[in-house]
């Protein structure tokens, strides 16, 4: 079934993700394949706030390999502790980074990056199983309520995830 998304016009992100939230929550009803939702995922949270990337990366054989995602090509496979998404991992917590070029060993996909937001999610075993990757073109674009939002809406993925 193809879905429309009801996009508010307003930039408060907190309302922005109240209004996505119902929404995403109503298309993954019932999904079972965890590739499908987090295509669906991505696609929504790209059209809604037009990020220069956002995708999932999942951990396959003990590195990070590229999901589904939208935006440009994507750098795979990524190490357990490399970058902010294999970091992110490692420490199994949010990493919010208002600023790429000062995060040590930050692996550059697109030089068009300035900040950048990944969230582990965990699966049924309770390891991180994959990560939520949001890079934008604006430094220091992310904050709490990016944090709280996106947390939520990895919430819907997780039960999906070994």
């Known amino acids: 079934m193809a879905e429309q998304l009801v996009i508010p016009r307003t930039t408060d992100r907190a309302a922005l993700y109240a209004a996505l939230f119902p929404q995403v929550k109503a298309l993954l009803a019932g999904e079972t394949d965890v590739v499908a939702a987090m295509a669906n995922l991505c696609a929504a949270v790209h ?29 795979s496979p990524i190490a357990h502790g490399k970058g902010v998404c294999g970091t992110a991992w490692a420490k199994a917590r949010t990493i919010t980074v208002p600023d790429v070029d000062a995060f040590p ?58």
């Open 47 to 75: 059209q809604t706030f037009q990020w220069h990337w956002v995708g999932f990366y999942r951990v396959l054989d003990g590195e990070l390999v590229v999901g589904p995602f939208q935006g440009p090509i994507a750098c």
């Open 105 to 162: 060993g930050h692996i550059v996909c697109s030089s068009a990056s300035r900040s950048e937001i990944v969230l582990p999610l965990r699966g049924g075993s309770g390891k991180v199983a994959a990560v939520f990757d949001v890079d934008s073109s604006v430094l220091n674009d992310f904050g709490p309520v990016d944090e709280q939002g996106l947390a939520e809406l990895c919430g819907l993925i997780e039960p999906l995830l070994p």
